[in-house]
DNA sequence: CGGGAAGTTGAAGAGCGTCAAAAGTAGTGG
DNA sequence: CCACTACTTTTGACGCTCTTCAACTTCCCG
């Protein structure tokens, strides 16, 4: 890939094949190919492997909190992780959602710049900072897969900008659905009904809006026969064209 | 640096130090410490400045467009750039105000993800994107200053989803004002009057106000004594204290 | 079931946007 | 040097979107 040119990440997630003889857990891993794990060699993944453990994460639990010293690095494995900064009078910034094969734990002179916990139950792969970086330092192509993937958050960091900055309620709830969606048809799963697993603060907190505002606005999208709200957190899709539109304002 | 830990750049930079017998041009470079220009030594910094041309704008001059094939990166050598995105009925977001050291060429789908112009007059170095990768493969440490520099911009980006989403309209100018005096002060300029070289249009696109907003806001600190606005776009912070509390929410 | 959290709905109000006009600033040419 | 124009900034009045505060309903999970 190159470092540059950000290709979405097209790989999908692949159902776990554990060839016999294979000694290191990740070359079993379902969501390697998605994350920097994907850069390297059966040998060199073993390396890799020698130096991670596995993180379990109960929903609601905090992996780490912003200003906490930064000594590891994280991959999500299962479920969903939040990140998020805070102001000191509780306001919340949610800044992004994290599935599998996403990667934590950008620092700022040796503190996390952000606070991340599990919203369902979660499981991570847990690096040593130190270790790992002596390993980017033999492995080259896991620094380029590691630049490709940050390119990547930026240029989704600006697209939110766009959202905070400039969208109205309704585009951004129509935003919100559109990426839920095409981020699950990347994962390989259907994009329709759209699962939305988080509560209304957290889409609240990651679109800037109050959890009475998103609620108010799906229920103005429901009455516009635009989307349909199924038990069990699942909205159902009913006018792609109309959410689109409504996303980019038209 | 470690990929992971982003320390700000302590470096400033540079006056010009052209040692004679230099045949490149970025051994001169006032600003090389601060980019990635910065990771090499002497012989690689030649094989740099084999690849690159200058690119001179004038006042508000396009560098590039959203969408456009992203055939070259950049590097800001001198004056100021924005970069910032566009909704179809030209709402605008200005992601950021790029100084001299700055990277830009993020690219998706080989298109730019972003447009880029020149705020005053400003010169870049232009390099080929496949030149340029071919040099990152052959020297590991530009790779890693890439990195390095990409998760800087990431937390700036997050702290900036912060703004935009959960603060308001007085906490938005007062941490705008409060940024511009610390990059000043990075780059070894003083931090104190702030020079505001951006129109109150291009202050508002970035930090999701209107220019109406934007002038009203600093009207009000105004007679809050806490700035005074000097001519020639000049901003005089007169109490620091009454900006850090503002820019908090305190 | 039953209790608590999460979500929805309602009414009122604040903050910021919109529209409009005045004041300030800069550049141009006589 | 000043007048003229064009643009940017500031100020004012008003309106609308979204927030705030509150009550009610639904959904879970023990």
Redesign the pocket.
Known sequence: MSPFDVKSTEALAQPMRRASGDVSPCAACSVRQLTICGALGAEELQELSAIVTSVELSP?EPLFHETDPADYVFNVTAGMMKVYKLLPDGRRQVTGFLFPGDFLGLANHGEYAYSAEAVGPGTLCRFSRRKLEVLLGRFPQLERRLLGMASNELAAAQEQMLLLGR??????IASFLLLLSRQAQRRGQKGNPVNVL???????DYL????????????QF?GNSTIT?L???KVQVDSLKSLEDLAEGL
Chains 1, 2 share one sequence.
Do not use: H, N, Q, W
């Open positions: 609601g969208k109205t309620a309704r585009e951004k988080m509560s209304r603060t957290d889409i609240g800037g809006l109050t959890t009475e505002t998103v609620s108010r606005t799906f229920t429901k709200l038990p069990g957190g």
